[in-house]
């Protein structure tokens, strides 16, 4: 017998039943730890997945979606957004300064800001324009070298910065390193988050979303346990 590739229908027909599920238990999370399940915002990650994924989420009632890749996110989405008028793109992927104004015309939210130089590509595009720039900066709290991500210890030089520029500064985001405990990190960004007077904290995905909301996550970043494993393409450099 032939053997058959994958139908990507099929594979996308749990995706509503798996964002139903992944509801529940944040919604179940909270109440345990005496939180407003209404105050949690689920980010669908939706790089690299299939259209049919897409229209699953869509279908499932999902709203809010995080995109690594420029040029990935307007073909999944340049043209549904006048479809879907209530659809919430966030950038969670590292942001080339060229990509900037490209950035601004396509996403919300901009949740990787780190750098200086970043800041100052997109107060140039969004003045171009004139739209503000809805933005978290994301703190490396591993100081991973190969991680994007400003340093905890300069976190609050970048925040200031970036509000002195015109961006609206929203909250932080951070991405814990892979082979150590999640909860330090998401401690150390709360602590920034609330001597600085913000609000969102997106941290959590997959495998440790449920801890990140005991440590007051306001945004879960939310992939593989909605639509499955996927192929990771290389990450290319920002500048």
């Given amino acids: 017998m032939a053997s058959s590739s994958p139908d990507p229908v099929a594979a996308s027909?749990?995706?509503a039943?798996?964002?139903a599920a992944v509801r529940e238990r944040i919604a179940e999370v909270c109440r345990a730890a005496r939180?407003?399940?209404a105050g949690v915002v689920l980010t669908a990650v939706s790089k690299t997945q299939p259209a049919e994924a897409l229209e699953q989420a869509l279908a499932g009632g999902q709203r809010v979606f995080g995109e690594n890749r420029v040029q990935e996110a307007q073909a999944h989405w340049g043209g549904l957004r006048s479809a879907v008028p209530d659809l919430e793109l966030r950038l969670i992927g590292p942001l080339q300064?060229?990509?900037a104004a490209d950035a601004v015309a396509l996403f919300d939210v901009i949740e990787t800001?780190?750098?200086?130089?970043l800041v100052d590509a997109l107060a140039v595009a969004a003045d171009k324009v004139g739209r503000t720039v809805r933005a978290l900066v994301q703190v490396n709290t591993g100081a991973e070298p190969q991680k994007a991500g400003i340093l905890p210890e300069q976190a609050d030089d970048l925040?200031?910065?970036a509000r002195g520029k015109g961006l609206?500064?929203?909250g932080l985001m951070c991405i814990p390193p892979a082979d150590e405990a999640a909860g330090p990190h998401f401690a150390l960004l709360r602590r920034i988050a609330r001597r600085n007077g913000l609000h969102v904290l997106s941290m959590g995905m997959s495998a440790d979303y449920e801890t990140a909301l005991r440590f007051g996550a306001?945004?879960?970043r939310i992939g593989s346990a909605l639509f499955g494993e996927r192929n990771r393409p290389q990450t290319p450099s920002r500048d």
Avoid at 113 to 117: C, G, L, T, Y
């Fill in 218 to 220: 306001t945004h879960v």
């Fill in 97 to 99: 300064t060229n990509k």
């Fill in 113 to 117: 800001v780190d750098r200086e130089k």
């Fill in 168 to 170: 609206i500064v929203e």
């Fill in 35 to 37: 939180r407003d399940p």
């Fill in 159 to 161: 925040i200031g910065y």
């Fill in 17 to 19: 039943a798996r964002l």
């Fill in 13 to 15: 027909s749990g995706v």
